[in-house]
């Protein structure tokens, strides 16, 4: 049994009289200690995969169909209680932006301690050895406890911020773009710490980030999602040498490799379509270099390819290659 199995989840967004199709179809695993990162440009619905594994969905969203199981237990049928048992005790959540997250008038230590104690009864004396013990494992000094956040810098608080989502020993921790906002030499300390918190820590980790390069180092596998759905799902080691779908190449070249100079980036032209009314046959195709008439016409096939790599595209070179199966 996965640790973690997302099957054909569709996640919608009321937006006036329109549906907006967020999460369309989306299907993934994660094992106990494995590291998955969920790439795709900004607006392909990586936040709302995320927010519906822990049921943080706003209002106007709604998980229509689809199965999440976490330990083999439906998570979509939970009632509000036993989500809040989930939440940050078994899978917890490290956003963006620690500055917003952040309460401006609460010291680090106490907001920490929030944490702490949501999920556990502890002694005074405990929890402010938890909360020293929390802050070293995320490389602050246990003294800045009593620091406010303007007190941190960017990096800083971004730490912190992984120490609460820490705080109740979680199986399963989601970055969402962790590290957006902060220097590159920072990002690369965060993945870093990232990393090295889930081997020891014995974590699985959902990195989610719009830059291919830097999952590369802290992931295991690879979901690509464009527009709502996951086109390509391949191993990191095979990455370099099998990434197939034209949205994977693209992306792939449009960023450089993180601690290296910062070079522009070439975006890829045109935008992710409308989702409120989305393209008929491959999402992609308006802005796929190789994209041919059957493209605009029909959903691609899902094509799985030896070593648990599938993508969705029709290129013949893909379908015909050897060893594919056609779903
Ligand atoms: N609260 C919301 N109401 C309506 N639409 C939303 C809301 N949040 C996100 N969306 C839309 O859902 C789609 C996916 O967004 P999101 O999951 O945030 O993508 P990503 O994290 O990949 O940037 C986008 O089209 C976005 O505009
Ligand atoms: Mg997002």
């Known amino acids: 049994m996965a640790l973690l199995e997302v099957t054909d989840l569709h996640t919608e967004f009321a937006v006036g009289k329109k549906t907006l199709h967020a999460v369309d179809g989306v299907s993934f695993?994660?094992?106990?200690?494995?590291?998955?990162?969920?790439?795709?440009?900004?607006?392909?619905?990586?936040?709302?995969?995320?927010?519906?594994?822990?049921?943080?969905?706003?209002?106007?969203?709604?998980?229509?169909?689809?199965?999440?199981?976490?330990?083999?237990?439906?998570?979509?049928?939970?009632?509000?209680?036993?989500?809040?048992?989930?939440?940050?005790?078994?899978?917890?959540?490290?956003?963006?932006?620690?500055?917003?997250?952040?309460?401006?008038?609460?010291?680090?230590?106490?907001?920490?301690?929030?944490?702490?104690?949501?999920?556990?009864?502890?002694?005074?004396?405990?929890?402010?050895?938890?909360?020293?013990?929390?802050?070293?494992?995320?490389?602050?000094?246990?003294?800045?406890?009593?620091?406010?956040?303007?007190?941190?810098?960017?990096?800083?608080?971004?730490?912190?911020?992984?120490?609460m989502a820490l705080a109740c020993n979680p199986k399963i921790i989601i970055g969402d773009e962790p590290t957006t906002a902060?220097?590159?030499?920072?990002?690369?300390?965060?993945?870093?710490?990232?990393?090295?918190?889930?081997?020891?820590?014995?974590?699985?980790?959902?990195?989610?980030?719009h830059d291919l390069s830097a999952m590369t180092d802290t992931c295991d596998k690879a979901a690509i999602m464009y527009a709502g759905k996951i086109v390509e799902y391949v191993r990191v080691a095979d990455l370099f040498t099998e990434a197939a779908h034209p949205y994977t190449r693209l992306l792939m070249s449009s960023y450089p490799r993180i601690g290296s100079e910062r070079k522009m980036i070439d975006s890829i032209p045109g935008t992710v379509p409308d989702l409120t009314d989305p393209p008929k046959g491959c999402r992609f195709c308006d802005r796929c270099p190789e994209a041919m008439p059957i493209c605009r016409e029909t959903p691609p096939p899902e094509i799985l390819l030896p070593g648990e790599h599938r993508v969705s595209c029709h290129l013949p070179s893909l379908i015909q290659k050897e060893g594919a199966k056609h779903v």
């Not at 009632?79 to 048992?85: L, M, N, Q, W």
């Not at 997250?101 to 949501?118: C, E, K, R, S, Y």
């Not at 870093?192 to 989610?208: S, T, V």
């Open 29 to 163: 695993t994660l094992e106990q200690g494995e590291s998955l990162g969920l790439v795709g440009e900004s607006g392909c619905g990586k936040t709302t995969t995320a927010l519906s594994i822990i049921k943080l969905l706003p209002g106007n969203a709604q998980i229509t169909s689809g199965s999440i199981l976490y330990q083999g237990e439906e998570v979509t049928k939970k009632t509000r209680k036993g989500i809040r048992d989930m939440r940050w005790k078994e899978i917890s959540i490290v956003f963006q932006g620690a500055m917003n997250a952040l309460n401006p008038v609460m010291t680090i230590g106490d907001q920490i301690a929030d944490a702490i104690l949501l999920h556990e009864n502890l002694s005074k004396e405990a929890v402010k050895a938890r909360i020293a013990e929390l802050l070293e494992r995320v490389e602050i000094d246990r003294k800045r406890a009593t620091n406010y956040p303007h007190e941190f810098s960017g990096g800083m608080r971004q730490r912190a911020m992984i120490a």
């Open 182 to 209: 902060l220097d590159v030499m920072v990002q690369a300390q965060i993945f870093d710490l990232l990393e090295r918190l889930r081997r020891e820590l014995r974590m699985a980790m959902i990195l989610i980030t």
